[in-house]
């Protein structure tokens, strides 16, 4: 198992639990306005982290703790995420699955078979600029409706959330993706900030009325869309 980071206690990250949070390494997207490049873009570097590490933390911190968060990089990619998710499950937890969205089925057996309690899903932009945004000239467009379908069908609690970068993004981005997740029940959209770990870094981030411009643009399809780390 890539596990290439772990957080003990994250008061963010999973939406009313206090929980920890695992990152593993790999992902099949290149977004340039990614913050965690480490993860991406080198995925095997010794992190110094095990499961045989993690497990015995997280259970000394069952008293403290209501869930774990499996983020990345695209925790999909990772051929031991069901028996990751298996371990935390067999300590109590709840697990809450950060995802782009490109492995639908593997999403649908998780939930399936109760390995998964959240899902968020990652939406980079309107479908037709998924190339531009995730840095990959061909990304499975039809996998990440079938992901996104299958959470509005209602089977598990999921939110949708967008990283917003002024350069990147546009009204016309918005007003598509509203038509696309039509009656969301929980979207998001957050402001960039830029760092030295981002990818490729240099962008900027929108300002509050900018945000509160792009949110008003989704609302008529996305009622329940809102802002995420703006005062």
Known sequence: MNIQGFTKTTLLDYPGKI???????????RCPFCHNSSLVLSPDQPSGYSLEDILPILEKRRNLLDGVCISGGEP???????????????LGFSIKLDTNGTNPALLKELADNR???????DIKTSLQNYPLLTGVSHPDINKIRQSAQWLLAGSIPFEFR?????ELHSDEDFIEI????????????QVYQ??????HPGFTPCSKSEMEH????LRPAVPSALLRGID
């Open 19 to 29: 929980a920890a949070v695992i990152f593993l390494g790999g992902c099949n997207f």
């Open 76 to 90: 999909t990619l990772d051929p031991d995420l069901t028996a990751l998710c298996k371990s935390i499950k067999s």
């Open 115 to 121: 390995l998964i309690d959240y899902v968020a899903m």
């Open 162 to 166: 967008t990283t917003v970068v002024r």
């Open 178 to 189: 509203g038509r696309w997740l039509a009656g969301a029940p929980q979207y998001y959209l």
């Open 194 to 199: 830029d760092s030295a770990q981002v990818i």
């Open 214 to 217: 792009f949110l008003e643009l």
